[in-house]
């Protein structure tokens, strides 16, 4: 469609969010992303029925996981569309990238800078 | 099977916190079924825990691993060779794994990473209740399968107490009435007139009461 | 049945008078007159006043010394002893400690929960359950001997009372229940307080059928409301209890001030009802911090004077 969205993301693609795991999530950051942000089918139009379902909670565990450790549940959420909706997507990217650039930068990332240093 | 339930993180931060190099130890068993303790939390809280200590500008190296059982001695041999070199051992065992390890490597301190509950069941996932007291002399065969001195909250042998209500317990809504769950059964069982049976006094001895216990069969000792 | 120990109230109840007693609750701390002014006011409208034991878990000066004070002012107490909070050891010892001031009448309960009280986080000990408990006091008494199997020295004349509830969960198992209690070796039976009268009804005439109002004395348990949102509470909110919104109704029917009023006119119309029940021995009557109202109570229903001691001993 070559719609626009920033270029601050990193797209991973997983054959269903059913695939993503906590621990994924987790590691993104520990990695230093300033953001995870978990797209999936609609809720009801999961090929594979309910990893979409399996997806969103597990978002809600690593927001818990990520606010207790002073990193920002904020930082993670999920979202559903229909593999058509284009702009949506588009539109998804902004807000997230606009939510993050508003936190401000991870702070693990900051501190393995200054480790690096 | 054994269920426990996570430390809460703070809890746990405040335990390992002054170490530079800890062991993560999970266990492959009970605390697998009942998602507190095995590979997949080990590594959760590995992360998290990296993450809050870099975040906090700390050093800490931490270390996974996860046992097939920590029970046992020939799998806790199995950290024989590394152990000591890390300063502390964070085992998301149940109490007796985390005692096992400390008894084992008595050198290095061993910290819990849950809170052992109680011997019970996966009613489904996410819900795990307790069935087993471990009393010594189990008596189900008399209440129709149903154990009155670990789901009844007065652990009466000739209950109900006054106080259940429409077949739930008077502490919580939620909570069968045990009671009324050996009626039930018995009813199912047509064997409604042994509840008039009085169950007699009962020996605590081979409970908690009478000590910490032990199992011994002379004829598998080597 | 003949008597078996010195109790008031068993030779009351032995001579066929319907018995009444009532009930009071120790202080939350440790000045006696607090039980002493309650049980001074009833004395002469009751045979026997039970002394709750911690009831609702909440912590009180205990049943066993409030039993002595009633005794040293010459009035019949009932002990009422948990299992809750005691093992075996300690309510061995403490029922020879009410047979050493000669406390001749014991109720043997459960209790509820420690929950419900100030000490939510405690232990509590289950030793042996409130069956267990009855079939306890009865070998001492009969047998004169501890459950170790040494004999006791001077062994304790207890009268062995228990509670019972028709109206708590499940109804079919309540007369088997009461049977039990029975076959444990209880002699006399204070109920749980009734408002649900068709329903008590009914788990009389299913113990006279098992003939069992003939094995044991049966006591109604009866509270006056003092007001119209007791009764809402005690529907709700006490596990246990059965008030029909009947009642209910007729006690919001009626102004506030003269709420309290009409609480009593149904406790003294639920004995009139029940005196004429086969098999009810007596009454329990339960003015939960309203004893002042006994007196009235057991007058209007007929029941005063209570029989003197020359009119019960042989």
């Known amino acids: ?117 | 099977m054994i269920v426990a339930s996570k430390k809460p993180i703070e809890e746990i931060i405040e335990m390992v916190k002054d170490f530079q190099k800890i062991l993560i130890a999970g266990c492959n068993e009970c605390v697998t079924v009942c998602e507190a303790g095995g590979k997949k939390e080990v590594g959760i809280l590995a992360s998290a825990l990296r993450m809050y200590f870099m975040n906090q500008g700390k050093k800490m190296d931490i270390d996974e691993v996860t046992l097939e059982r920590q029970c046992d001695h020939e799998y806790l041999e199995e950290l024989r060779n590394t152990v000591d070199q890390y300063d502390a051992v964070l085992s998301l065992a149940c109490g007796v794994g985390v005692q096992f390890m400390a008894e084992k490597y008595f050198q290095t301190p061993v910290y819990p990473g849950v809170n052992t509950c109680f011997m019970g069941v996966t009613e489904e996932r996410g819900v795990w209740t307790e069935r087993c007291q471990g009393c010594g002399e189990c008596i189900l065969g008399r209440t129709a399968g149903i154990c009155p001195i670990s789901r009844c909250a007065k652990r009466l042998l000739n209950g109900p107490c006054g106080g259940s209500t429409k077949g739930k317990c008077e502490i919580n809504k939620d909570l069968d009435c045990a009671w009324q769950l050996i009626i039930d059964r018995l009813k199912e069982l047509d064997r409604l007139d042994e509840y008039e049976q009085i169950i007699p006094i009962k020996d605590w001895s081979t409970e908690r009461a009478g000590g910490p216990r032990s199992v011994i069969r002379e004829d598998v000792r080597q | 049945m003949t008597v078996k120990t010195p109790s008031r109230l068993e030779k009351i109840l032995d001579s066929g008078q319907l018995a009444v007693t009532s009930e009071c609750g120790p202080p939350r701390g440790s000045d006696p007159e607090a039980i002493t002014k309650k049980a001074e006011m009833i004395r002469d409208y009751v045979d026997a006043i039970n002394i709750t034991d911690n009831q609702t878990s909440v912590t009180r000066l205990c049943s066993l010394a409030s039993c002595i004070h009633l005794k040293l002012m010459g009035i019949e107490p009932t002990l009422q002893m948990v299992v809750r909070d005691r093992n075996r050891i300690a309510l061995q010892s403490d029922i020879l400690g009410a047979a050493s001031f000669d406390i001749h009448n014991i109720l043997c309960l459960s209790g509820d929960h420690q929950q419900f009280g100030d000490c939510s986080q405690g232990q509590n000990v289950f030793d042996i359950d409130s069956m267990q408990l009855i079939q306890t006091v009865r070998w001492m008494r009969d047998e004169g001997k501890f459950l170790g199997g040494d004999d006791i020295h001077r062994p304790p004349k207890m009268f062995v009372g228990a509670a019972a509830n028709p109206f708590a969960d499940p109804f079919e198992i309540r007369v088997p229940r009461l049977a039990k209690k029975v076959a444990a070796g209880v002699e006399f039976i204070q109920t749980q307080c009734i408002y649900n009268l068709n329903k008590f009804e009914l788990w009389m005439e299913q113990a006279r059928d098992r003939g069992l109002h003939e094995k044991v004395y049966i006591l109604a348990g009866v509270t006056p409301f003092k007001s119209a949102g007791m009764a809402k509470y005690m529907k709700n909110r006490v596990p246990g209890m059965d008030v029909p919104d009947e009642v209910v109704k007729r006690m919001a029917g009626v102004p506030k001030e003269d709420q309290p009023q009409e609480g009593i006119n149904i406790c003294v119309e639920t004995i009139e009802r029940l005196k004429e029940c086969e098999g009810v021995s007596g009454f329990h009557i339960m003015a939960i911090e309203w004893e002042e109202k006994v007196p009235e109570i057991v007058e209007r229903s007929g029941l005063y004077p209570r029989p003197s001691e020359l009119a019960i001993d042989d």
Not at chain 1, 32 to 38: F, L, P, R, S
């Open chain 1, 1 to 117: 469609m070559r719609l626009r969205y920033p270029d601050t993301i990193r797209i991973i693609r997983v054959p269903c969010t059913g695939k993503v795991d906590v621990i994924h999530i987790l590691r993104a950051f520990e990695k230093g992303a300033d953001g995870v942000y978990v797209v999936g089918c609609l809720e009801g139009d999961c090929r594979f029925e309910n990893g979409n379902l399996r997806a969103r909670r597990r978002v809600e565990q690593a927001r818990t996981i990520l606010d207790s450790i002073g990193v920002g549940g904020d930082r993670v959420k999920m979202f559903n569309l229909s593999s058509g909706e284009g702009p949506r997507f588009a539109e998804y990217a902004v807000e997230m990238t606009e939510k993050i650039e508003e936190m401000g930068p991870n702070p693990i990332k900051i501190a393995m800078r200054k480790k690096a240093a």
